[in-house]
């Protein structure tokens, strides 16, 4: 199975704040990397797939890069409603393995 | 709008089944696969299993080959999930989550049913 693993497992910011959260494939999967959003109690919520793309309706400040194993995610200015735990995803080849997360905490 | 509406939380005993049922609206049901996916309390995610409504193929997680079955009702556009011989460590909340194939490929999940917690207890 592919591993992937994040980094930090969680990170304390202030709102405003550039936040970067990086994720590594424990082989190559091209760009086949998505990124979700979880709140407390809710499902999670498709940020950015294919390592780079924007899904429709989520704001302009959050972005995605990388490719081969290592990927990052940021969120360019954090508002309050960011505060959550944030996943990656390979979708290169079953399983379909995720990142153990990283929670995002206010400062 | 799309939307997965799954069923109600379940308690079950160790050794027990339980099946959980993700009804789709919105789009049309055969056109896309779907995921199951399951979160333990206070922990990641993990991938269960994939199943295609256009025909009912599946495939699974092997960590969970030979306890569940994913299978599909076309007439109602639901899909349900069955996990056997239950134990504690079967607590989570589960997931259906709808995939799209981009080109051949599978892609990302999207949307995500609102989740079904599933209680092991003695």
């Known amino acids: 199975d592919i591993q992937m693993t994040q980094s930090p497992s969680s990170l304390s910011a202030s709102v405003g704040d550039r936040v970067t959260i990086t994720c590594r494939a424990s082989q190559s999967i091209s760009s086949y990397l998505n990124w979700y959003q979880q709140k407390p109690g809710k499902a999670p919520k498709l940020l950015i797939y294919?390592?780079?793309s924007l899904q429709s309706g989520v704001p302009s400040r959050f972005s995605g890069s990388g490719s081969g194993t290592d990927f990052t995610l940021t969120i360019s200015s954090l508002q309050p409603e960011d505060f959550a735990t944030y996943y990656c995803q390979q979708n290169y080849i079953t399983p379909y393995t995720f990142g153990q997360g990283t929670k995002l905490e206010i400062k | 709008q799309v939307q997965l509406v799954q069923s109600g939380a379940e308690v079950k005993k160790p050794g027990a089944s339980v099946k959980v049922s993700c009804k789709a609206s919105?789009?049309?049901?055969?056109?896309?696969?779907m995921h199951w996916v399951r979160q333990a309390p206070g922990q990641g995610l993990e991938w269960m299993g994939i199943?295609?409504?256009?025909?009912?193929?599946?495939s699974y997680a092997q960590k969970l080959q030979g306890r569940v079955s994913l299978t599909r009702d076309t007439s109602t556009s639901t899909v349900y999930m069955e996990l056997s011989s239950l134990r504690s460590e079967d607590t989570a909340v589960y997931y259906c989550?709808?995939?799209?194939?981009?080109?051949?490929?599978?892609?990302?999940?999207?949307?995500w049913g609102q989740g079904t917690l599933v209680t092991v207890s003695s």
């Open positions: 919105g789009y049309t049901f055969t056109s896309y696969y």
């Open positions: 989550a709808r995939g799209v194939m981009v080109r051949g490929v599978m892609s990302w999940f999207d949307p």
């Open positions: 294919a390592a780079s």
């Open positions: 199943i295609n409504p256009n025909g009912g193929s599946t």
